[in-house]
Structure formats: structure tokens, C-alpha cells
T-cell receptor, first 114, second 116 residues
Framework: NAGVIQTPRHKVTGKGQEATLWCEPI?????VFWYRQTIVQGLEFLTY????????DSGMPKERFSAQMPNQSHSTLKIQSTQPQDSAVYLC????????????FGSGTRLLVI | AQKVTQTQTSISVMEKTTVTMDCVYE???????LFWYKQTASGEIVFLIR??????ENATVGHYSLNFQKPKSSIGLIITATQIEDSAVYFC?????????????FGKGTQLIIQP
């Protein structure tokens, strides 16, 4: 079991460019979550999927952020027209989807927008 | 809406001692789940221990245990016989036990420094 795999580990983009982050959840986990971590805000919920279906995107900044889960083996988080304030560590986590289930986190993607 | 607060920003203790990290939470639900996670210097976040609100017994896993005080909405993490490798940031999190409440809400974390 390789755990939750996130790629790339680091990404540097210029202001206004697009960034796509990838996540491969643990096989058999039905829920996939995206969080953003910064020093100031801590761990912020962005969005999540259950059995590939989008359930809650209430944490997603509108307009520029989008997430998809085209199949059970991967999810993507896309940020269009990146801004310096988007710089953060983006974390993907998966779980069995039960309310007492803990998360398994990926190693994160550190995004730097310059 | 649920809220999790960790008031201790940083704690420093000597190796082999016992440390307690505080966490208080807010929820309208009578049933919920509380979690503690550890984030190492490399950035890896790992699950440590869980407390179910309907259980009166404090959860224990290895040298981690919880001090669950439901009337005070408090869930402290106790680490006994601390080791250098316990140095990390510790996050408290909760999830309500209601339909649709699938995501975890995290506190801001407490940095633990173990001194030799």
C-alpha cells in the first residue's frame, strides 16, 4: 500500500498561469478530500468526493478553483489564473467514508506562485 | 457550525516526561468524533488516536491517551514518556455524527518540542 500519492511535490507557477494538482487515493477508500494549509489559516477544507461524486465544495474559492474525480483512482485540483495568495501546501486525503473513519493524508503539493 | 480551538501555540518539555496538549470544540450535535493528528517536520500528517463522543472511556493507543471531558467540550492529548521523535505539530479535529458531516474540522495546531 503506497498510501495517498500526490504529484507534483513542488510546483512553481507565474502569476496568471494555471496549476493542476493530482491525487491518487488509497484503493478501497470511497471518500477523497482536498485541504489547503498555510501558516496563517492552518488546514482549510476545500472540497470532497464520495464514490467519485462531488459532495461539498463549500471551501473552494469561487471562479478560479475546480476539482474533479474522473475515476476512483485519481482526483485533480485545478487553479486557473493563479495568484500569489494561492501559494500554500495542498493536501489530499482519503478515507473509508464512515463518520468514524480517520483520514490518510498524502505528502502534499507545495505550490508557489511568483 | 463546528469549531476546534487549540490555544497552545508551542510547548517545550524535556525528554521522557509527560505532556498534555489542550483542545476545545464547539458543536450542536450530541454525537461526534474527535481525532488527533501529528505533522512531522517533513510535512507528513499521520493519524494518532480517536475518541467517540458516546464512549465514556478515554481512548489509549501506545503512549498516546486522551482526556475527554464532554461537559467541558474538551479533548486533551497526553503523551507519556516523550521521545525526541515526538517533536512535531499536533492537530485536533472533529466530525459531527450527522448525515452529510463527512469532513474534518481542524484546530490550528500545537507545536511540541522535546528537548534532550
Amino acid at each position: 500500500n503506497a498510501g495517498v500519492i500526490q504529484t507534483p511535490r513542488h510546483k512553481v507557477t507565474g502569476k496568471g498561469q494555471e496549476a493542476t494538482l493530482w491525487c491518487e487515493p488509497i484503493s478501497g477508500h470511497s471518500a477523497v478530500f482536498w485541504y489547503r494549509q498555510t501558516i496563517v489559516q492552518g488546514l482549510e477544507f476545500l472540497t470532497y468526493f464520495r464514490n467519485q461524486a462531488p459532495i461539498d465544495d463549500s471551501g473552494m474559492p469561487k471562479e478560479r478553483f475546480s476539482a474533479q474525480m474522473p475515476n476512483q483512482s485519481h482526483s485533480t485540483l485545478k487553479i486557473q489564473s493563479t495568484q500569489p495568495q494561492d501559494s500554500a501546501v495542498y493536501l489530499c486525503a482519503s478515507s473509508f467514508g464512515q463518520r468514524n473513519s480517520d483520514y490518510t493524508f498524502g505528502s502534499g503539493t507545495r505550490l508557489l506562485v511568483i | 457550525a463546528q469549531k476546534v480551538t487549540q490555544t497552545q501555540t508551542s510547548i517545550s518539555v524535556m525528554e521522557k516526561t509527560t505532556v498534555t496538549m489542550d483542545c476545545v470544540y464547539e458543536t450542536q450535535d450530541s454525537s461526534y468524533f474527535l481525532f488527533w493528528y501529528k505533522q512531522t517536520a517533513s510535512g507528513e500528517i499521520v493519524f494518532l488516536i480517536r475518541q467517540d463522543s458516546y464512549k465514556k472511556e478515554n481512548a489509549t493507543v501506545g503512549h498516546y491517551s486522551l482526556n475527554f471531558q464532554k461537559p467541558k467540550s474538551s479533548i486533551g492529548l497526553i503523551i507519556t514518556a516523550t521521545q525526541i521523535e515526538d517533536s512535531a505539530v499536533y492537530f485536533c479535529a472533529m466530525r459531527e455524527n450527522t448525515e452529510g458531516a463527512d469532513r474534518l474540522t481542524f484546530g490550528k495546531g500545537t507545536q511540541l518540542i522535546i528537548q534532550p
